[in-house]
């Protein structure tokens, strides 16, 4: 490790000169905490296809992908054209415009749940808001999230993320004692806290793969029990698909669950690397943000940039193309087992691997297969950390430390081939050795 911290430092003289300037004017250094590492992050000046460039010109290829959210690569060509086209026309409109009602008709096309759209700048705010249209909906007060489920900041739904799940993730929240928590991945155990709400329970917001929480698929069984359970309290299904919509396939993952929720929350994607949320839900329950229906009414503020110009094109120029070339899906899909497969190989005996689609995690110390958040937090953190730094500093590969890797259309079998064959090479301490609790976000 410590040569892998001189071979960086080595490597990075400006991104240390200019993340100390950094330092001095924003707390930490960053804006959201995930981004720093140690001893500090390299700052980007450019990215391109797989690639990002820091200030010293060396480049990385990125399996970070703007939080997962560029699944065509940075600075698609595609992308890039639609986005500069609008820019010329203005970004900024705070009006009603068509290239909103553009990417809505891809969304509504492909995601039958979404009869009506509303946009956010955030998933933060997606979330927050499909909470609260539950509550406005049902009349009721409380809404249960899954065990190591995020769904961003809100000061309410940021509870049991992070290992042991029951105490604070931190000062200055508050409304989490309207938030209850049900396991992941075990249908009784989420069934039979369910029914103890049921009386008060709004509804129920879970993600199809535990994204910040681990990589961790949710089994269609599990969803379609929580589903089922939620329905006989007559509180909301809330799927957050804000990492998994038009990721895994062309719409959301739940289709092929056999499931009908009431609202689904996206981002990412859906904006082509641009900010963006949207909570999207059956036609009946929207209504409730309607400002004319006073009676009752969520207020779901959508916010000054909600629906900006060059979110909708560089997000509808995203879905046309994966609409238009649904062989991405194959290629990008393909990629991820290819990744999964070569790592689990390469570090064999080190770390087990969870994902699917285009999405991998490695769990270093894992004693069987990582299915629920708690199995994947007793994993050695620090060593995954250590892992992902290390081919940082002398491979030119990036995944933010301690984070799930995505694969986006940009990259190659070769590749995934040499992050498998750097993994191979890395030698990552055994577990135990300065292990410390490393939060997942
Ligand atoms: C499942 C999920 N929900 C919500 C969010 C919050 O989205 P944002 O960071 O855009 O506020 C995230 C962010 O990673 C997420 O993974």
Same mark, same amino acid.
């Given at each position: 490790m410590d040569e892998d911290v001189r071979e960086y430092r080595r490597r990075t003289p400006g991104s240390a000169r200019i993340f100390a300037k950094s330092a001095r004017m924003h707390v930490g250094g960053v804006s959201h905490n995930i981004r720093y590492f140690e001893p500090y992050p390299f700052v980007t000046r450019s990215s391109a296809g797989r690639s990002l460039t820091d200030v010293d010109g060396n480049r990385y290829t990125d399996y970070w992908m703007g939080h997962w959210s560029l699944v065509l690569g940075h600075a698609d060509p595609g992308v890039t054209r639609e986005l500069a086209s609008q820019v010329r026309s203005g970004w900024m409109y705070g009006t009603v415009n068509e290239q909103t009602i553009r990417l809505s008709t891809l969304i509504s096309g492909a995601v039958p749940a979404a009869e009506k759209t509303r946009y956010t700048a955030s998933g933060t705010e997606a979330v927050m808001y499909a909470a609260r249209i539950a509550r406005?909906?049902?009349?009721?007060r409380i809404i249960a999230k899954a065990e190591g489920g995020w769904h961003g900041y809100a000061s309410d739904l940021l509870k049991s993320v992070n290992r042991p799940f029951d105490v604070p993730e931190g000062a200055g929240m508050g409304g989490q004692e309207e938030i209850v928590t049900i396991p992941y991945n075990d249908p009784q155990g989420a069934a039979d806290?369910?029914?103890?709400?049921?009386?008060?329970?709004? *509804?129920?917001?879970?993600?199809?793969?535990?994204? @910040? $929480? &681990?990589?961790?698929? #949710?089994? /269609?069984?599990?969803?379609? =029990?929580?589903?089922?359970?939620?329905?006989?309290?007559?509180?909301?299904?809330?799927l957050d698909e804000i990492v998994t919509g038009f990721r895994l396939r062309y719409g959301c993952a739940y289709e092929k669950m056999g499931l009908d929720p009431d609202i689904v929350t996206l981002g990412k994607i859906i904006g082509g690397g641009m900010p963006?949320?949207?909570?999207?839900?059956?036609?009946?329950?929207?209504?409730?943000?309607?400002? *004319?229906?006073?009676?009752?009414?969520?207020?779901? @503020? $959508? &916010?000054?940039?909600? #629906?900006? /110009?060059?979110?909708?094109? =560089?997000?509808?120029?995203?879905?046309?193309?994966?609409?238009?070339?649904?062989?991405?899906?194959?290629?990008?899909?393909?990629?991820?087992?290819?990744?999964?497969?070569?790592?689990?190989r390469a570090l064999a005996g080190r770390a087990r691997v969870t994902g699917t689609g285009s999405l991998f995690m490695a769990h270093f110390g894992a004693d069987g297969p990582v299915d629920d958040p708690a199995k994947a937090a007793a994993c050695d953190r620090e060593a995954l950390r250590r892992y992902h730094f290390g081919m940082i500093a002398r491979d030119g590969i990036f995944i933010l430390p301690g984070k799930m890797g995505a694969v986006s259309d940009a990259h190659s079998r070769r590749d995934i081939d040499q992050m498998v064959a750097a993994s191979e090479r890395s030698g990552v301490p055994p577990r135990g050795q300065g292990r410390k609790d490393v939060p997942v976000v």
């Open positions: 406005a909906h049902t009349g009721r806290v369910l029914r103890r709400h049921a009386g008060d329970l709004a *509804g129920v917001v879970v993600e199809p793969l535990l994204g @910040g $929480g &681990g990589c961790i698929p #949710a089994e /269609p069984d599990y969803l379609r =029990a929580v589903q089922e359970a939620a329905s006989k309290c007559g509180a909301l299904f809330i963006i949320g949207a909570i999207c839900g059956k036609e009946e329950v929207m209504r409730r943000a309607d400002d *004319g229906d006073r009676e009752g009414r969520a207020y779901v @503020g $959508g &916010g000054t940039f909600s #629906a900006n /110009p060059a979110s909708m094109v =560089a997000g509808a120029a995203t879905l046309g193309r994966l609409k238009s070339d649904r062989a991405v899906y194959g290629r990008i899909n393909e990629l991820g087992g290819r990744a999964r497969d070569g790592l689990e």
